[in-house]
């Protein structure tokens, strides 16, 4: 645990915690099949079958945003084929969860995905009907989660390590090159039928998806709601469909410009920013582990963690927290300013040599539950990438943790930096994705970014240009979070809403304010 590799760009995890689909029985209560046609070079693809197939749903239950709310909808499946150029092969099957519109006139489905690029995306919706319970949204449209191919309960998803090599640090965000675990490509083989599986899991494949789904549902044109990762999938949709797209919101935007090396060097700066702005709101709050100089947190912070490389700290549960657990600890505090209390107490407990706060942080970010089993989200996000994101040489890695760690000194374990292999090396095919992506779309109806101006992970920056390439509208959200869509805020919301149900975007200077941190 002394060798510190790059830690891998986190993805987006739901404030509340998202509930596994598991055990849910699809029904034989069919569903009309859709009257939207499929794409024009359909039937050339053989692709007929899936998207005149009917969808059966049974009613079911999801946990929602506020604690203890559970979210009544609908649970089902929808068959795409594994290989779109092979439709006759392997098959998928994507998992769906819809919360039917409460309204007697709706406008149809709409299709949210949370980001990763691993999270499943059926809690997600029943979080935003929960945070949307009396909006316009909930009552003009059918709110539509899925799990992306590879992860949650679609099958096939990926499971590529034991709770236990997950407990030693295997497949964790903290990985980005490969050393003294098993190649990601042989863990993960396995459990999605082979390599050749492992070939077709990556955004372009579930954006096709989607038109598939769009269709099943009966829409003739897609309206849309995505989040962090979940703007890429929004905008690579766009790419390949634009005839087919309604309406767009895509929050907390990737930019669709950046490489992989670009946009990682800007979001560690913008999880430095963050941590700095902490810093400053710990101070406020007296008995900060930091001290009360907001300028030399950062040296107090590698003053109180860095210990931890070489020698682990045992907590109370009987698990060690190292460094690398309270750095993914760190950074899920960062994603939102409404964490900066937990992380306040995490770090004073831990000057006091109790880690059980930033070990819960660590094990929420990662996907871990109180009896020791973890969910796929960070293995998904990992094996998706390999399809999506430029690959490095041995030497190219080590340059791109330099670089990193300059641009987030706080998170640096002072440990030498080595050349290791890359993670997806060995994988199948090359990345699927390309830089840029969705650029130049003709016909494209107007679309809205939402974009938080101290989003720590995916940075206002990035927002404006994806406004800019879509040649679509900006809503600038001034705060201190990644991502808008759950902040239960009115203002948010209400832009949100004018643009899906009206088509109506906000104005070229529109702004909104979300609460501060408070203790």
Do not use: K
């Not at 510190?4 to 404030?15: D, G, I």
């Not at 669709?256 to 963050?274: D, K, M, N, V």
């Not at 927290?321 to 107490?345: K, R």
């Amino acid at each position: 645990m002394n060798e510190r590799p790059l830690r891998r760009v986190p993805r987006r995890r739901p404030y509340a915690i998202l509930a596994a689909l598991v055990s849910v029985v699809f029904a034989a209560t069919a569903c009309t099949p859709a009257d939207s046609p499929p794409p024009e070079d359909s039937e050339s693809g053989g692709l007929e079958r899936f998207y005149e197939q009917p969808m059966d749903l049974e009613p079911c239950e999801l946990p929602g945003y506020a604690p203890d709310s559970v979210i009544a909808g609908e649970c089902g499946q929808i068959e795409v084929p594994l290989n779109y150029e092979d439709p006759d092969a392997t098959s998928a099957q994507i998992a769906v969860f819809r919360v039917p519109a409460r309204g007697e006139s709706p406008i149809g489905s709409l299709v949210v995905n949370p980001g990763g690029p691993g999270f499943p995306g059926v809690g997600y919706a029943a979080q935003l009907a929960d945070v949307w319970a009396d909006s316009a949204l909930t009552e003009r449209f059918d709110i539509v989660g899925f799990d992306p191919r590879g992860t949650g309960a679609t099958v096939p998803a990926l499971d590529c390590y034991s709770d236990a090599e997950r407990d030693a640090g295997a497949g964790s965000a903290s990985q980005l090159s490969y050393s003294g675990v098993r190649p990601l490509v042989e863990a993960c083989a396995e459990s999605v039928g082979g390599e050749e599986a492992l070939a077709h899991l990556g955004t372009r494949d579930v954006a096709r998806d989607m038109d598939i789904m769009r269709a099943v549902l009966g829409d003739p044109a897609l309206s849309f709601a995505g989040s962090s990762y979940g703007t890429r999938l929004g905008a690579v949709y766009a790419e390949i469909f634009p005839e087919n797209v309604r309406a767009l919101v895509l929050d907390g935007a990737l930019d669709p410009h950046a490489t992989t090396l670009e946009r990682r060097a800007q979001q560690w700066a913008g999880f430095q920013r963050s941590f700095e702005q902490f810093a400053a709101f710990c101070a406020q709050q007296g008995a900060c582990a930091l001290g009360d100089d907001p300028a030399v947190a950062t040296e107090a912070y590698q003053r109180l963690t860095r210990p931890l490389v070489d020698s682990p700290l045992m907590t109370a549960s009987g698990r060690e927290l190292t460094f690398a657990d309270v750095s993914d600890a760190m950074v899920t505090g960062l994603y939102s300013s409404a964490t900066w209390p937990v992380m306040s107490q995490g770090l004073f407990e831990l000057a006091q040599g109790n880690g059980t706060t930033m070990l819960g942080l660590r094990d929420f970010y990662l996907g871990r539950t109180p009896e020791g089993t973890y969910d796929n989200g960070t293995e998904a996000t990992l094996a998706i990438n390999c399809l999506d994101e430029d690959r490095f040489t041995a030497a190219e890695l080590a340059e791109l943790e330099r670089t990193a760690l300059d641009a987030a000194p706080f998170l640096d374990p002072a440990t030498p930096i080595r050349e290791t292999s890359d993670l997806c090396e060995g994988w199948p095919v090359e990345p699927t994705l390309g830089f840029p992506y969705a650029d130049g779309i003709s016909d494209l109806p107007p679309t809205l970014t939402v974009s938080v101006t101290g989003d720590p992970a995916t940075p206002h920056a990035g927002g404006i240009r994806l406004a800019e390439t879509l040649g679509g509208s900006l809503l600038t959200v001034v705060g201190d979070q990644h991502g808008a869509l759950l902040a239960a805020n009115d203002c948010v919301e209400a832009a949100v809403a004018a643009y899906l149900v009206d088509l109506e975007v906000p104005a070229r200077d529109a702004q909104c304010t979300l609460a501060e941190a408070n203790g």
